[in-house]
């Protein structure tokens, strides 16, 4: 039966290939034997005693084996830890053993099977690797031997299997040696090639300084470097050809590709040399490199061993997997011979890598001793090239010296050139002037246009003077720049020979300044002179040639000033004399035309009465008047007329005499003069004209000396008076005549000199054209040499005071001027090439162009008389006189117009005016009296109207009776309102049309009195002004009459108005009587009304306003809400926070910009934030607590009392300060010091006042929000109590009724309750939809919000306040490097002379001042950004703690889920889940706090099945967990690393973070303060909590990242100034040092 229990046996398992595959012989449900364990052990304890033995054939090996027995250890110790078995396996293993224990082992016994050891126990494999079945008979011998024999087959068929594998092994292993050896070879063949071709790089390095050697010269011969170099290019100009001796040919080959080596060695600059050993360098670095990429740690050599272990192991493990598969040997075994295999490994990898480290010495030794030899070979070179670049520097300099470079370089040719070709520019220009001042014609020539020319030409001097002075400027910057070149030539090749110290090639001289003055410094200076002697001579050719140009143009501008005077003057005169004339025509003209427009208007005034007349005789008075006036009009036309002709008469005169006078002006300037026959008529009248003016002022001179008459004088006096008068007139005459006569004798002898000086000059007969005889009297010539060499200038000319021009004459110093100074020596090039060209103005072009002027000028004298002379003056007297006839014709028939247009028409008119008024007067009263007889039918209206309401209202009050509720009675009022309204509208109606009545009909009637009156003036029907004020006044008779009607009128519509009231108040007021009486009938049986419905009114009320001040917070709340999501959504940017200009709307309750202006607190999008939340969260805890949301156990932490006072205005605080605090600051705001205190006091105040008005600004806040939000709700009690008390108050009220409270109160009370009860929970509902709201999605990016906004914000702070520090000396280091540069300039060459040393001395030391204060500022500039940094760094931390310990405090005070009390509809919705992983921490707890054995729980769960649904006594030690969050405790951030950044590398002092027995230096720091932390925060776990932290510890990093780098660049910036003045300073002292002659050491 115990056999049947045993599993059957297993088919052997195939592989894909038909043969069998290896199996288990034990499966892992059964018991194996004891042979098979003991085996298996002892392969362990085989293996654990070779392991034992083995030796540590590498460093490590020990404790890498170590190590791995402690993990061994730990294995084992995890294994023997009691577990309990899977309930999977505990049922059939139990059966199991409940089977093995029934069956007894014996040896021989029936039935029974042996156990077997070693190689017998292998045996059961054969059959299916299964425990054989019991054999229950004996087995004879021959099955006993034919087993023996299958079981021995078998057993060495595993043993070829063992040995083949041991041989394919061994197989591998040589394989793989003879593949890592070809390897190796080649690896070691190509580092071969590699260091070959390193070496061959280092030779052609090096093969420029390493040129062939000259061939030897005799003694004596020996030459100096500048021949030496000229030898190069006398060989090179030798041909090599068969002419020469083929040895002479081999060796000047040898010596010109040495000379060839030499001068490309001379002409290679030290960086190229010093770069050749930078490629040496490089050259041995990459042979280093090559060397320890073939020998190093990670080389070809290493890599080909581990790829040889690499495959080993393979091997190895294949070696593993066929002996086991084979099973010959037991596993210890198999170990044992895998660890002889690996050992032999490791001990030839151990040799291989000692090889790898000699080989990789002896090729780095080679390396070495190369580069060694490289260098030695690298500084004969170095010497080699000094001296040949010092030979190539001098040649090079005197090659330059001989070139064109400094006697006559390019940009000197080009400068002159500039200047030569703007010289013929210029006096191009001015030759273009003078063209264009001759070719203007004489009639458009102005003083203007001259002055224009005149500023033209000086503007063209001055920008010729400019450009000249810019070009010798230039020249002279050339000048100096070209001795500042050779200087500066001189000195680079001074420091480079210098650099060079080629001593063998000083030739004798002590130093190279000796050595420049004695062999390159002569010829430069030769050079040079000859270049400012030139230009020297440029400019004073050039000054004197451009003084006699502009000279020659501004005499020639005067003279055409002269004639542009003359020409304004002639013009002038000409058009005033027109404009005279026509004035005084057109005068005459306008003063007729005034008279008759005088006589017309005269005429028409005549016309206007007569239309106006109303009587025959006004109308005859009227004619005779107008016949009278048209008398007087005919003699004015005569007088017109003859004042007409005289003005014509006198132009032709007048003309002549202008035109002569205009000639003579013109004659002195041009060389000419005027007949002197002619000229003595002409001054004659003028003088005539003269003495009659004069005469006239003296008689007007001596009357007015005289008084004027009084009223006091009788008439004798005024008979004296007038005596005395005349004989002072006639004396004043008679000495005007006798003055007129003495000047009329000089003028005649004048006149006679000058007729008697033109006696012999001939006429010019261009001057015919002007009306007068011209004489000639200068010639052309003459007249150009009195323009360009004027003599001096003349007194006044002519009597008239006219003269030639404004503009001084040069004196005769200024005329010799103008030649050309001889004997003056052009200046020339170096080549023999002129400088500059003589430039003068062509004589004959010059008389040619006065010639011109000169006849153009008379010719437009002629012109301007035939001008004047165009007048047609017979024909203007001509037309005066017809146009006479014409008027006096016309004149003569407007009497008779008078008399049948005028006087005819207008008596006819007259009487047709009258019939048409007296028909308008009857059509008005037709229209009176029917307006009065429709008021009588209003009158009876209203009466019919009044009958009808009473007899409606009394309908309806019989009807009252039938109504059973209160509506049914309102509709009976609203109907009686109804009739009433109805009555109402029909009076007003009736009211209406009677005031209709009595304004707008007698209105109407009124206004066709006006339209009669408007057509009697409109003139349509000629009515006069007498005949419209006649029927005016009738009119307003009539209008009168209709306003007496109209007030009667209005009198019977008021009586109207006034009984409307009455006519409907007495049958309403007995109606409304009825129905009182009904409606408090009906209100006493059914509760309803004012009376009777208060309590229920009042409960209602209560109630309403109740729910709808939790409605009203509701809403405030959802308007926070979204605020708050409108306030996450907005993205900081990224250079700065958020501007206040673009935050959202602020809700309509509350708005905290106002409040930090209140606290004079800057406004932050933090604050802003969570200054929301904060007065969402006291807002929803005010409302929880009101209306009963919480459970009873979690109400008190919900409390509003219960929230502390956060400081939402600042965001360096978390909390208001205590009360104490507060105290003390309201009396240090409240203290008064003296104006006298000292500063510290002044802004101790200051701060104080400040902090006080911020607390101020924060209570407000928390008050003032609260308020607006929460409403009457912040001082109500709770929700259910209200209820409680409507409902009290209710039943109070009905109290003393008998009954007690009615029926119908009683289920609106109930009714009343239930529908508030379903309010509440609603409220409740959505509050905690809130709370769950906030934690699970809206403030989960709370964090980013906060932290990014201010991380930007305060990122720009900090490069703001960097900056501002930066600024703060930036101006005085601009001073500082600009005193530098001053100084650097200042120290010359010219301070080396003995003489200068005191210059140099105070040079020196005002440098030495510089340099102490640019050092000061450094340190300086390392303080202000030092403390700008640490400042910045430690406001951010300060803040973000803040701003964190506030969030986490909020996120605490937000209502749970949790703690709501239960509300209907809750036990429906899923209870979410514990996450695993809180489960497992609680497990967790559980077990660390009752540790008990896996047994003793076992024990214990079979004796009290019940135990775990009890709980544990031990866990009561601690109390039960809360219902919420877990708890758990927030680290704090570092408060000390970003500081910890500015330590070290020069920054000052940190007096934080600095330990207490340092040096003043600061460079070390507290390595603990550094690791200080801000304090931690005990709070609870959820995602909202940890989405915070992590955000906070995000943008930490991110401040963090831009503060280092911020410090990074500021370090740049400070240690690059202060390297700048380091080695300003040693380059100072260098120069300083070689001014004085000091050697460098």
């Known amino acids: 039966m115990a056999a049947t229990m045993l599993p059957p046996p297993r088919p052997p398992a195939k592989r894909p290939g038909g043969k069998h595959e290896q199996r288990t012989i034990v499966d892992a449900t059964e018991t194996p034997g004891g042979g098979y364990v003991q085996a298996f052990r002892a392969s362990q304890q085989l293996g654990s005693a070779l392991a034992a033995e083995r030796q540590s054939c590498a460093n490590g090996q020990a404790a890498y084996l170590q ?41 021989g016994a029936a039935g029974v099977p042996v156990p077997r050891s070693g190689a017998a126990a292998l045996d059961g494999d054969a059959r299916g690797g299964c425990i054989p079945l019991v054999h229950l008979g004996g087995e004879g011998e021959a099955q006993r031997g034919k087993r023996l024999e299958g079981q021995n087959a078998f057993l060495a068929s595993r043993k070829v299997r063992h040995d083949a594998a041991i041989e394919k092994f061994a197989r591998a292993m040589d394989a793989l040696a003879d593949d890592c050896e070809k390897e190796a070879q080649a690896a070691a063949e190509q580092v071969q090639k590699d260091i070959d071709g390193c070496v061959s790089q280092s030779n052609q390095i090096l ?27 006398q060989i090179g100009d030798t041909t090599l050809d068969g002419t020469i001796d083929p040895v002479q040919a081999k060796a000047l080959a040898a010596e010109r590709a040495a000379r060839l080596a030499l001068r490309a060695l001379g002409e290679r600059t030290e960086g190229e040399v010093r770069g050749i050993l930078t490629e040496l360098q490089a050259a041995t670095t990459a042979r280093r490199q090559r060397v320890t990429a073939f020998a190093g740690d990670n080389g070809e050599l290493a890599q080909i061993d581990a790829r040889r272990k690499h495959h080993t192991e393979n091997l190895l493990k294949t070696l593993v997997d066929e002996l086991t598969a084979a099973a010959h040997v037991v596993h210890g075994e198999i170990e044992r011979l895998v660890e002889q295999r690996a050992s032999t490994l490791n001990a030839v990898l151990l040799e291989n890598r000692k090889a790898m480290r000699q080989l990789e010495a002896k090729l780095t030794v ?80 102005t003083v203007a246009h001259v002055r224009s020319m005149e500023e033209q030409n000086t503007q063209l001097n001055d920008r010729a003077q400019e450009t000249f002075d810019g070009h010798l400027a230039q020249l002279k910057e050339l000048r100096e720049a070209l001795d500042v070149s050779a200087e500066q030539m001189l000195g680079e090749l001074g420091s480079e020979l210098e650099l060079h110290d080629a001593r063998q090639e000083w030739k004798g001289h002590d130093s190279i300044a000796n050595l420049l003055d004695a062999d390159v410094r002569p010829p430069l200076r030769e050079c040079l002179d000859q270049v400012a002697e030139l230009l020297r001579g440029v400019a004073d050719m050039l000054t004197r040639q451009e003084e006699a140009l502009h000279l020659g143009v501004t005499r020639i501008l005067a003279f055409f000033l002269g004639l542009a005077r003359k020409q304004e003057q002639l013009k002038k005169r000409v058009d005033e004399f027109e404009v005279q004339y026509n004035g005084e025509v057109e005068d005459c003209v306008k003063d007729f035309e005034d008279t008759c427009e005088r006589n017309e208007h005269a005429m028409e005034e005549f016309h206007k009465a007569i239309d106006d007349a109303a009587h025959h005789e006004t109308l005859d008075e009227i004619k005779q008047n107008t016949f009278d006036h048209l008398d007087s009009m005919g003699l004015g036309y005569r007088a017109h007329a003859d004042q007409l002709l005289d003005i014509h008469g006198r132009y032709p005169s007048e003309t002549a005499a ?35 003016e004069l005469e006239a002022r003296a008689v007007a001179d001596a009357e007015a000396a005289h008084a004027p008459p009084t009223e006091e004088e009788d008439e004798a006096a005024a008979e004296a008076r007038k005596a005395a008068m005349a004989a002072a007139v006639e004396a004043a005459r008679a000495e005007a005549q006798q003055a007129a006569e003495n000047r009329e004798i000089e003028a005649k002898e ?48 002519g009597a008239d005071g006219d003269t030639a021009g404004d503009n001084p004459e ?121 307006q009065d007889d429709t008021v009588d039918a209003i009158f009876v209206e209203v009466e019919q109207a009044e009958a009808e309401l009473k007899q409606r209202l009394l309908d309806l009050r019989e009807r009252l009776g039938e109504a059973e509720t209160l509506p049914v009675l309102t509709s009976f009022e609203r109907q009686a309102d109804k009739f009433v309204v109805a009555f109402k509208d029909c009076c007003k109606s009736a009211l209406k049309r009677l005031l209709d009545l009595s304004s707008r009909a007698p209105q109407a009637l009124q206004k066709e009195n006006r339209s009669f009156l408007a057509i009697c003036r409109s003139g349509d029907e000629q009515y006069s002004e007498t005949e419209i004020s006649f029927y005016g006044g009738e009119i307003e008779e009539l209008n009168g009459t209709l306003d007496e009607r109209a007030q009667k009128r209005a009198q019977k519509a008021t009586e109207l108005e006034g009984q409307i009231d009455e006519k409907q108040r007495e049958p309403l007021a007995e109606f409304m009587e009825a129905y009182s009486e009904a409606v408090e009938t009906l209100c006493a049986t059914k509760g ?57 709307p602020s809700p309509s309750t509350i708005s905290l910009k106002t409040f930090f202006q209140r606290g004079g607190d800057p406004w932050a999008f933090t604050g802003e934030l969570l200054g929301i939340i904060y007065v969402l969260v006291c807002s929803m805890a005010a409302l929880g607590s009101h209306l009963g949301a919480f459970k009873d156990a979690q109400a008190p932490r919900y409390m509003l009392s219960a929230v502390p006072n956060f400081r939402i205005l600042r965001e360096d605080e978390t909390l208001m300060p205590a009360a104490e605090v507060q105290q003390e600051v309201r009396q240090n705001a409240a203290k008064d010091i003296h104006p006298g205190a000292p500063p510290e006091e002044q802004t101790a105040l200051e701060i104080a006042r400040k902090d006080y008005q911020s607390l101020q600004a924060e209570t407000a806040l928390r008050e003032d929000a609260l308020l607006r939000v929460l409403g009457p709700l912040l001082k109500s009690e709770n929700f259910n109590n209200e209820i409680q008390s409507i409902v009290k108050v ?229 109390p039960a967990e809360e219902p919420g969050l877990p708890e758990r405790q927030w680290p704090g951030l570092p408060r000390y690393e970003l500081r910890s950044l500015l330590s070290g590398d020069g920054w000052p002092k940190d007096d934080v973070l600095a330990l207490e027995e340092q040096a003043e230096d600061g460079a070390t720091i507290d390595p603990q303060k550094v690791q200080e932390r801000t304090s931690s925060l005990n709070s609870f776990r959820s995602p909202v909590h940890r989405s915070i932290i992590d955000r906070r510890a995000h943008y930490y990093e991110v401040y963090k990242s831009a503060f280092v780098a911020e410090v990074e660049r500021r370090t740049a910036e400070l240690t690059a100034r202060e390297l700048k003045e380091e080695s300003g300073g040693k380059n100072w002292q260098s120069m300083v040092r070689q001014l004085r002659g000091e050697v460098e050491h």
């Open 67 to 107: 190590k791995k027995q402690q993990q061994m250890a730990y294995v084992e110790e995890a294994r023997r830890r009691v577990q309990p078995p899977l309930e999977a396996l505990a049922g059939p293993e139990q059966m199991r053993s409940e089977v093995r224990r029934d069956a007894v082992f014996h040896h």
């Open 207 to 233: 093969q420029p300084l390493e040129p062939p050697p000259l061939p030897p010269k005799p003694e004596g011969q020996e030459s100096a470097p500048e021949e030496d170099l000229d030898a190069l290019d």
């Open 366 to 445: 080679q390396t070495l001793e190369a580069s060694k030899e490289n260098k030695s070979r690298w500084h004969k070179g170095l010497l080699l090239w000094k001296q040949q670049r010092h030979r190539h520097s001098i040649h090079i300099v005197m090659c330059r010296i001989r070139s064109n470079e400094f006697r006559q370089p390019d940009s000197l040719v080009e400068a002159v050139r500039e200047v030569r070709e703007h010289q013929a520019f210029v006096f191009q220009q001015r030759k273009d002037l003078i063209n264009e001042l001759f070719s203007v014609p004489q009639r458009k020539l």
């Open 658 to 692: 202008l035109i002569r006078k205009e000639t003579r002006g013109y004659c002195r300037d041009l060389g000419l003069a005027l007949d002197p026959d002619e000229e003595a008529k002409a001054f004659a009248a003028d003088r005539q004209a003269a003495n009659a």
């Open 750 to 797: 004048k006149e006679a000199a000058a007729a008697e000086a033109l006696a012999d000059i001939a006429e010019w007969p261009s001057g015919t054209g002007s009306g007068c005889r011209v004489l000639e009297r200068c010639s052309l010539k003459d007249l150009c040499e009195q323009v360009l060499f004027p003599p001096e200038q003349n007194a006044a000319e």
């Open 810 to 930: 040069p004196d005769g110093d200024a005329a010799a001027a103008d030649a050309e100074p001889v004997g003056e020596a052009e200046p020339r090039f170096a080549d023999g090439t002129k400088a500059l060209d003589t430039l003068n103005f062509d004589i004959d072009w010059l008389q040619d162009c006065f010639g011109k002027s000169r006849e153009g000028i008379f010719k437009n004298i002629q012109v301007a008389r035939q001008y004047l002379e165009r007048v047609d003056i017979p024909a203007a007297c001509e037309e005066v006189r017809r146009e006479l006839d014409q008027r006096l014709r016309r004149h003569t028939n407007r009497k008779g117009e008078v008399q049948v247009d005028w006087y005819v028409p207008r008596y006819g008119i007259v009487a047709k005016h009258k019939d048409k008024f007296e028909r308008h007067l009857v059509y008005v009263a037709r229209k009176c009296q029917d």
């Open 1088 to 1144: 309803y009304g004012r009376k009777y419905g208060a309590p229920r009114r009042k409960a209602q009320e209560r109630v309403r306003t109740l729910i709808a001040r939790a409605s009203t917070v509701r809403s405030n709340i959802q308007e926070l809400l979204d605020y708050v999501q409108r306030l996450l959504e907005i993205s900081p940017p990224e250079d700065g926070g958020v501007d206040i200009s673009l935050m959202p």
């Open 1290 to 1518: 209710s039943n109070e009220a009905y109290a003393g009724q008998p009954g007690g409270t009615p029926e119908f109160m009683q289920k609106f009370l109930s009714d009343m309750q239930v529908s508030s009860e379903y309010a509440r929970q609603e409220a409740c509902r959505e509050l905690r939809a809130w709370g769950d709201e906030l934690r699970e999605r809206t403030l989960l990016t709370l964090g980013e919000s906060l932290f990014s906004e201010l991380t930007s914000r305060s990122i720009a702070e900090m490069l703001g306040a960097s900056q501002d520090a930066r600024q703060k000396t930036v101006r005085r280091w601009v001073e500082c490097d600009k005193l530098r540069a001053t100084h650097e300039q200042s120290l010359n060459p010219s301070l080396s002379n003995p003489n200068a040393e005191a210059q140099l001395t105070a040079l020196v030391e005002a440098e030495a001042a510089r340099y102490e204060s640019a050092t000061v500022m450094c340190q300086e500039d390392r303080e202000n950004m030092a403390s700008a940094l640490r400042n910045s760094s430690e406001a951010f931390v300060r803040r973000l703690t803040s701003l964190v310990e506030e969030s986490i405090r909020l996120m605490d005070l937000l209502p749970l889920h949790i703690h709501f009390g239960a509300l209907p509809g809750d036990e429906k919705v899923e209870r979410p889940r514990m996450s695993i992983k809180r489960r497992l921490r609680r497990l967790n707890a559980e077990a660390e706090a009752v540790p008990a054995s896996p047994v003793d729980a076992k024990a214990k769960a079979k004796a009290d099945p019940k135990a775990k649904s009890k709980p544990d006594p031990a866990a009561a030690v601690e």
